[in-house]
């Protein structure tokens, strides 16, 4: 069964950090792009970063750009995302996704960003 | 960036009835392969999206085929021939043609009447 399961949420300050985790099971890792998403509370869906193959091309949204960094670990069939200088617009649920056109979606995890 | 509608923002549906979601792209989707990569996901309550349909038609595995895509250049519809109980839940449209930024509609809320 194709599966992405994503850890390292919780609750974090204003201009904190938090490192997410996503791993892959079910399917060879290194044959897809990898991507992340995110859902604020009550809010629709939006992409956030993306990571090629062999991690040699990485794109962010705009209000990421500088503070969060994509990469991926291919012999442990993970892809992370490191989040830096947190604002509270950073809260939502972040969900890990397989391909650029988002096939496959982890169960999601909770980042809180709050004092 | 390529911005995407959605449309209407809420729909409630009498159950076995059809529904129908529109979703307009702010530019041709067509890409330079003569691909057009337009999807379709689900989210049902409290859970993780879904992809439902890529390639504005094509059907993901184990996906019911009441369900279908259709469209092209800058409109695009999603069908539900007989709504079930079970399709309750936003429906959102992504287009992947432009990118980066990978742009989603703000969804469609399904709910039985």
């Known amino acids: 069964e194709e599966q992405l399961v994503e850890s390292g949420g919780g609750l974090a300050q204003p201009g904190g950090s938090l490192r997410l985790s996503c791993v892959a099971s079910?399917?060879?890792?290194?044959?897809?792009?990898m991507t992340w998403v995110r859902q604020a509370p009550g809010k629709g869906l939006e992409w956030v970063a993306n990571i090629r193959e062999d991690g040699s091309e990485r794109h962010y949204v705009d209000s990421v750009k500088g503070r969060f960094t994509i990469s991926r670990d291919n012999a442990r069939n993970s892809v992370y995302l490191q989040m830096n200088s947190l604002r509270g617009e950073d809260t939502a649920v972040y969900y890990c996704?397989?391909?650029?056109?988002?096939?496959?979606w982890g169960q999601g995890i909770l980042v809180t960003v709050s004092s | 960036d390529v911005v995407m509608t959605q449309s209407p923002a809420s729909l409630a549906v009498t159950l076995g009835q059809p529904a129908s979601i529109s979703c307009r792209s702010s530019?041709?989707?067509?890409?330079?392969?003569?691909?057009?990569?337009l999807n379709w996901f689900q989210q049902r309550p409290g859970q993780s999206p879904r992809r439902l349909i890529y390639k504005v038609s094509n059907r993901d595995s184990g996906v019911p085929d009441r369900f279908s895509g259709s469209g092209s250049g800058t409109n695009f519809t999603l069908q539900i021939s007989r709504v079930e109980a079970e399709d309750v839940g936003i429906y959102y449209c992504m287009q992947v043609s432009y990118w980066p930024p990978l742009t989603f509609g703000g969804g469609t809320k399904v709910e039985i009447k």
């Open positions: 996704s397989r391909g650029r056109d988002c096939s496959v």
């Open positions: 079910g399917f060879t890792f290194t044959n897809y792009w």
């Open positions: 530019q041709s989707l067509v890409y330079r392969d003569g691909n057009t990569y």
